[in-house]
């Protein structure tokens, strides 16, 4: 008998966007699940199935592999990109690792000022319901998502089993990540795009440098220039040099060219 074939698909992993004001308010990003997915209609934050593929070179490393589809899966559902290194563990539920032991994880990326939500990518609109938060939080402003207080969270009963250890966990660490937050030194101000909070960033790395990042749906930050209507090889003007005293003569008239057929015929006298 021949070897048994290796699973595609080996773990599965949560990507939550947490929002701190820094006066004791802790908000998560969520969206309402459609038919199209499991647990349909439930409140729950970005995550998906982790692949083998992504798993490092083997195959064999499914934190790797999650903590990779987690930031993929956090683009894909909404817009947002973070970066890697700011991306912290979050505790998971025994019971939600569907493949076995070990094989579900939980990331975390805390903003402390709310950035705009550009939405989710064409390819995975079909996971989410369209005004699905309406009337719950406040809206992200792309139509599927919505900030809402993780104490409000844990009290509903349409949140996803899986969400709730990971939002009572960022409950405990809040304080900490705050801290550290405020005590990074100040960075230089750089300009904000769409993806970006409004207002300033405070000059912090870390937690608030992916919200300077461009994202994929941002505008350009200039508009393009039009192609120069002068001639392919002409000199710019700043390159023409200044008039010689040879330019003012007078240039001999070009000679124009003998008419041929019926005008010629014409100017001859011979008739039309």
């Known amino acids: 008998m021949g070897k048994a074939k290796k699973s595609k698909n080996v773990g599965s992993c949560g990507m939550y966007l947490f929002l701190d004001d820094c006066k004791g308010n802790l908000s998560l990003l969520v969206h309402r699940r459609s038919k199209q997915v499991s647990e349909s209609n439930q409140v729950a934050a970005p995550g998906g199935i982790v692949e083998r593929s992504r798993c490092g070179p083997d195959g064999s490393d499914i934190y790797v592999g999650a903590r990779a589809t987690a930031l993929a899966e956090l683009r894909e559902e909404t817009g947002f990109e973070v970066e890697e290194p700011d991306v912290f563990d979050l505790k998971t539920a025994p019971e939600c690792a569907w493949w076995g032991e070990g094989t579900h994880f939980n990331f975390g990326y805390v903003c402390y ?14 996971e989410l319901i369209r005004g699905g938060m309406e009337r719950i939080g406040i809206p992200a402003g792309d139509g599927y998502h919505a900030w809402v207080e993780i104490n409000e969270l844990l009290e509903r009963d349409d949140l996803m089993q899986a969400c709730r250890v990971p939002c009572k966990h960022f409950k405990e660490l809040a304080p900490t990540l705050a801290e550290q937050w405020h005590a990074l030194p100040p960075k230089p101000s750089t300009s904000l ?7 300033s960033l405070h000059g912090r790395p870390w937690v608030t440098q992916a919200l300077a990042r461009p994202c994929k749906y941002a505008a350009p930050s200039a508009p393009r220039l039009r192609p120069s209507p002068e001639r392919k090889g002409a000199k710019p003007k700043s390159a023409v040099q200044a008039p010689s005293a040879h330019e003012d003569e007078e240039l001999p008239a070009r000679p124009m060219k003998r008419p041929r057929g019926s005008v010629a015929r014409q100017l001859a006298g011979l008739g039309p």
């Open 113 to 126: 000022q709310r950035p705009t939500i550009p939405g989710p990518e064409r390819d995975s609109l079909h």
């Open 193 to 199: 795009s769409r993806g970006s909070p409004e207002g």
